[in-house]
């Protein structure tokens, strides 16, 4: 059992090595000029359009929640002119790029990896080499631009669809009027908490593509090394979104003065 164990952790770090050189790669070809448009057009709406629905409602439903929970408590202290400005700074700084990458991860980055494992597997890959394509190029590019300016529009518009949420709540709920609400939010919120959440943004998609690309590429086993791979490149994008979001919030915040 030990020995399994070991053996899936190595193949688990041989696939993040290759996936941190896929990334470098992409970077280098975006920089070069190297993006293949129609790919990226095509999934810049996978991305975009397709998953901005259930952004929409997950955004509403922890706005409404998150609402819920604060308003109760914020009231019994007397501090109910805080409560619009707190849920907003949580929401752009914390929850908005994190709730829609981890959306994002498990809805096209497994779809990244099962759709190039499946072409790994099929020995659609190897046919690109014959045809002088570069599977960077042709498959991880677009895929990496799409996320990349796709995830910042989505956490905006979750960010916004969870304040309209919280706005409601507040005022059919807990009585607490707009302008009172929308006052908190002025004092509270500034422009650099909703550009740090778009830088989040940015980030948290580069790393959904890379990472379900990287695993795609690195498929092997047929039908079940597919799916096994879609699995462990989703989870391997949840860990690395949280990781990477304790660093970036301690880069960017950790020196804003209080209010």
């Given at each position: 059992?030990?020995?399994?164990?070991?053996?899936?952790?190595?193949?688990?770090?041989?696939?993040?090595?290759?996936?941190?050189?896929?990334?470098?790669?992409?970077?280098?070809?975006?920089?070069?000029?190297k993006?293949?448009?129609?790919?990226?057009?095509?999934?810049?709406?996978?991305?975009?359009?397709?998953?901005?629905?259930?952004?929409?409602?997950?955004?509403v439903?922890?706005?409404?929640?998150?609402?819920?929970?604060?308003?109760?408590?914020?009231?019994?202290?007397?501090?109910?002119s805080?409560?619009?400005?707190?849920?907003?700074?949580?929401?752009?700084?914390?929850?908005?790029?994190?709730?829609?990458?981890?959306?994002?991860?498990?809805?096209?980055?497994?779809?990244?990896?099962?759709?190039?494992?499946?072409?790994?597997?099929?020995?659609?890959?190897?046919?690109?080499?014959?045809?002088?394509?570069?599977p960077?190029?042709?498959?991880?590019?677009?895929?990496?631009?799409?996320?990349?300016?796709?995830?910042?529009?989505?956490?905006?518009?979750?960010?916004?669809?969870?304040?309209?949420?919280?706005?409601?709540?507040?005022?059919?709920?807990?009585?607490?009027?707009?302008?009172?609400?929308?006052?908190?939010?002025?004092?509270?919120?500034?422009?650099?908490?909703?550009l740090?959440a778009?830088?989040?943004?940015?980030?948290?998609?580069?790393?959904?593509?890379?990472?379900?690309?990287?695993?795609?590429?690195?498929?092997s086993?047929?039908?079940?090394?597919?799916?096994?791979?879609?699995?462990?490149?989703?989870?391997?994008?949840?860990?690395?979104?949280?990781?990477?979001?304790?660093?970036?919030?301690?880069?960017?915040?950790?020196?804003?003065?209080?209010?």
């Amino acid at each position: 059992m030990a020995k399994l164990a070991n053996s899936t952790f190595g193949r688990w770090l041989q696939r993040l090595q290759a996936a941190a050189l896929i990334g470098g790669q992409t970077l280098v070809h975006v920089t070069q000029g190297k993006i293949h448009r129609r790919n990226t057009i095509e999934q810049m709406h996978l991305v975009g359009p397709d998953s901005l629905g259930i952004v929409l409602l997950a955004g509403v439903s922890i706005g409404s929640v998150f609402t819920i929970q604060v308003a109760r408590e914020f009231i019994k202290y007397g501090a109910t002119s805080a409560i619009g400005g707190v849920m907003a700074v949580a929401m752009a700084r914390e929850l908005s790029p994190v709730f829609a990458a981890v959306i994002l991860a498990g809805r096209v980055g497994s779809a990244f990896a099962a759709e190039i494992g499946t072409m790994r597997v099929t020995e659609q890959i190897d046919a690109l080499y014959v045809l002088r394509t570069d599977p960077i190029d042709y498959l991880v590019v677009p895929r990496a631009i799409a996320c990349c300016t796709m995830l910042p529009l989505l956490t905006e518009l979750g960010f916004l669809a969870a304040m309209v949420a919280g706005l409601i709540i507040a005022d059919l709920g807990f009585g607490i009027g707009h302008h009172e609400f929308l006052n908190s939010v002025k004092t509270f919120l500034g422009p650099r908490d909703l550009l740090c959440a778009a830088i989040k943004g940015i980030c948290f998609g580069g790393l959904i593509a890379v990472i379900g690309c990287g695993w795609g590429l690195s498929t092997s086993g047929g039908a079940k090394g597919v799916g096994q791979s879609t699995t462990s490149a989703v989870v391997t994008s949840l860990l690395a979104i949280l990781i990477a979001n304790f660093f970036l919030s301690w880069l960017m915040f950790r020196n804003v003065p209080t209010l």
